[in-house]
């Protein structure tokens, strides 16, 4: 039994997980190196979009094309580190819930279990597609406009001059990989951490279920009480551990929408 199998999946695509079978140190050496690769793109590309606030913009209409995006890649690295640094605490986390007192053990209790992990399973995958059919529908609007125009999809602040084939197919490119997987990264954690927060739900209905069976089974009160223990240690990791990430995310979505709405009475002015 492995809890949030696909969200682990993706993490280790964003290098954010090292696979299990991969114990050797050759292989744990290759994925160091994506890992580091994956650093990179994200954050050479927060970097320039940063850089193009502070030296290039000079209104106020830039400034709000700008700053949209540079909240989101921001979000991303955030969450890229934060997935980093806990990588222990996400093993400790995800093997609490698969030993003993957690592990569903009864027909009933893994019933219960299943319903919860595929349920998440399903909303991750629902949330992938959303926000990949996102990507795909401006990676192919960029394609068909700026990329004939030769202009890049976002605007950037770099140390070059890009206007030369090569480096133009190259800059374009760093743009919409490092697009993609800011986008697989932000499923990747969000994912996670509602996965989390899911399971403990999980473990109070299957703590709901064993109290049930007390007054048939008086031997399993030491283990009901283990559980509820253990559960309010689970919760309180958890957010100890991810508070940070979601009060940027929170404070960035709230900006997100401001700046949205700004965006939109703007157009409505125009028009």
């Not at 160091?32 to 990179?40: A, G, K, Q, R």
């Not at 480096?167 to 919409?176: D, G, N, R």
């Not at 403990?200 to 009480?225: K, T």
């Amino acid at each position: 039994m492995r809890v949030l199998d696909f969200t682990l999946k993706i993490l280790t695509f964003c290098g954010c997980w090292v696979p299990d079978s991969w114990t050797s140190s050759y292989k744990r050496v290759i994925y160091h190196v994506h890992t580091f690769f994956v650093l990179v793109l994200v954050n050479t590309f927060t970097l320039s979009q940063l850089l193009d606030i502070i030296l290039t913009v000079d209104n106020a209409d830039d400034f709000t094309d700008n700053f949209y995006m540079l909240l989101t890649t921001t979000v991303v690295c955030c969450k890229m580190f934060s997935m980093l640094v806990n990588r222990k605490n996400i093993a400790m986390l995800t093997n609490i819930l698969t030993e003993k007192p957690c592990r569903p053990l009864e027909s009933k209790e893994m019933e219960i279990y299943y319903k919860f992990d595929k349920g998440m399973q399903a909303t991750t995958i629902h949330y992938a597609i959303l926000v990949e059919t996102t990507c795909v529908c401006i990676t192919l609007t960029s394609l068909l406009t700026d990329f004939r125009r030769r202009t890049l999809t976002f605007r950037a602040w770099l140390p070059y001059d890009y206007s030369s084939p090569v480096l133009f197919y190259i800059t374009y490119a760093h743009q919409l990989i490092s697009l993609i997987i800011g986008s697989v990264l932000q499923v990747a954690c969000d994912g996670l951490i509602c996965g989390l927060l899911v399971h403990i739900c999980c473990q109070i209905e299957i703590l709901e279920s064993r109290l049930r069976r007390i007054a048939h089974e008086p031997d399993i009160l030491h283990e009901c009480i283990l559980q509820h223990n253990r559960i309010f240690d689970f919760a309180l990791t958890v957010n100890e551990k991810f508070r940070f990430t979601i009060a940027i995310q929170f404070m960035a979505s709230t900006l997100v929408v401001c700046f949205n709405l700004y965006q939109l009475t703007r157009s409505t002015t125009t028009n």
